[in-house]
């Protein structure tokens, strides 16, 4: 069964930083892309970042490109997102998610880390 | 990127047939066959629905359907049932290696 489990979320201050992980199992990790995404109370989804399986390609969204960097482990099965300069709008509940086998869609995703930004 | 659009909610009754449009551009649902739908319930994770336009996931049920014309996606759950109720959401890859989810649709069972 795959599982994704994030950790890391919490209150941080504005212009602050955080690091979140995904902890990935029953699934050859290294060989699926990862994506973040994330949903803001009451909003809608949102698509943060993806990467590529061995890391060496990653995408954003316009909004988090700069402060944001994805990246992986693939020797430990985990995602992370290092995530800086934070701002109101980025508090969030953070997905991480597993591109579907035949790509270009998310087939599973962990349970969310809740990110608060607030002084 | 802009969010695709979505009817913000849409309501049928027990048995009936609904259809929640998406509509992107051509850099997005316009571009790729590469769209996917979602069920969100209150506090819970996306579940998946719907993936390159018309696929379904094993496991969904063959009430949900997906189809596509243009820059307009569409998804159609026949016969209603009080379990469908929730968030739906649509999402698009786009031309710029990105993706793009819809505004959100709450589907109502009367």
């Known amino acids: 069964e795959v599982q994704l489990v994030e950790s890391g979320g919490g209150l941080v201050q504005p212009g602050g930083s955080l690091r979140l992980s995904c902890a990935a199992s029953g699934f050859t990790f290294s060989n699926f892309p990862m994506h973040w995404v994330r949903q803001a109370p009451e909003k809608g989804l949102e698509f943060v970042s993806s990467i590529t399986p061995n890391g060496d390609h990653t995408f954003y969204a316009t909004s988090v490109k700069g402060r944001f960097i994805i990246s992986r482990d693939n020797t430990k099965n985990t995602l992370y997102l290092q995530m800086g300069s934070l701002r109101a709008e980025d508090m969030a509940v953070y997905y991480c998610?597993?591109?579907?086998?035949?790509?270009?869609?998310?087939?599973?995703w962990g349970q969310g880390a809740l990110v608060t930004v607030s002084s | 990127q802009s969010a695709l659009t979505q009817p913000a909610s849409v309501s049928g009754s027990p048995g009936q047939s609904i259809t929640i449009s998406c509509t992107g551009t051509s850099s997005d649902v316009g571009a790729y066959n590469y769209v996917s739908w979602y069920q969100q319930h209150p506090g819970k994770a996306p579940k998946f629905m719907i993936y390159d336009v018309t696929k379904r996931p094993s496991g969904v049920s063959d009430r949900f359907s997906g189809s596509k014309s243009g820059n307009t996606a569409s998804l159609t759950i026949s016969g209603l049932q009080a379990e469908d109720e929730g968030d739906y959401y649509c999402?698009?890859?786009?031309?710029?290696?990105?993706?793009?989810f819809g505004t959100g649709t709450k589907v109502t069972v009367l």
């Open positions: 998610a597993r591109d579907h086998t035949t790509g270009w869609s998310f087939d599973s």
């Open positions: 999402c698009s890859y786009t031309t710029s290696g990105t993706y793009v």
